[in-house]
């Protein structure tokens, strides 16, 4: 059994990790911690409040509790605000107080971008424009060309949470680009899960998406792959690991 653990700002696309954990069909275990979110806005000042040492500290002991061997920030937006290297430092904060192996959603896109041999992306982020542009901004300070980024002027996660496929489809479609490797949909509070396959196929390309990409980083700090193909294709790299006995 490999147990994970992933700390989680707030309620918006938490059943995301169930049905992710579902879909892996292996021995993973996903245990999931919520975390006081604080200002729901997608601002710059609340979103580094947000990503606070004492609010993912808060945390952590219910995840050492769960015997958990790696975690990961759960957000995007409150990890790229604090730009590459400030990412860097809460990451290495995070571990210190964890005691194990720990990374955040941003990272996390930075490094599934490579396992799937992508350097050209588009963003569709639900973020208003001037946050989708930190964003874009990590992503070029990580090696990576961004080819677009649409913004949809979200300011809450409780908003983003009730999106449904329509619009997130509507997203998707208005983001891409045809010169673009991978799209890509950086909100943790997006449900997107459900959506991965469907994705990929109307758009002929790899979709990375916050919750999926979370969950694959922490997969990879714990130093295992699982092949699961209901999630999009980071997910069906070889090589193949079957299932530990």
Known sequence: MTALG??????SAEDDYPRIEQLLGSDIRVDLVHTDIGEDAHRVDALREMGSPERL?????QLRL???EAVVWACTSGSFVHGWEGAH????NLARAAGMPASSTSFAFVHA????????VAVGATYPDDVAELFA????????????????GIITAAEVGTWGEEE?????????????????????????VAHLPALEKELGKPVLTANQ?????????????????????LFTREPIVQVRT
């Open 168 to 192: 997130v489809f509507a997203l998707a479609r208005a983001a891409d680009t045809p010169d673009a490797d991978v799209l890509l949909l950086p909100d943790t509070a997006l449900h997107t």
């Open 137 to 152: 901004g990590f992503l070029r300070a990580g090696g990576v060309e961004v080819a677009g980024v649409r913004g949809a």
């Open 213 to 233: 990409v979370t969950v694959w980083e922490g997969l990879r700090l714990a130093d295992r792959r699982v092949n699961a193909p209901g999630l999009g294709a």
């Open 6 to 11: 992933f700390l989680y700002p707030g309620h």
């Open 113 to 120: 971008l490579r396992e799937v041999g992508a350097r050209r």
């Open 66 to 68: 769960s015997g958990a």
């Open 57 to 61: 500290a808060a945390g952590l002991q």
């Open 89 to 92: 430092e809460q990451v290495r």
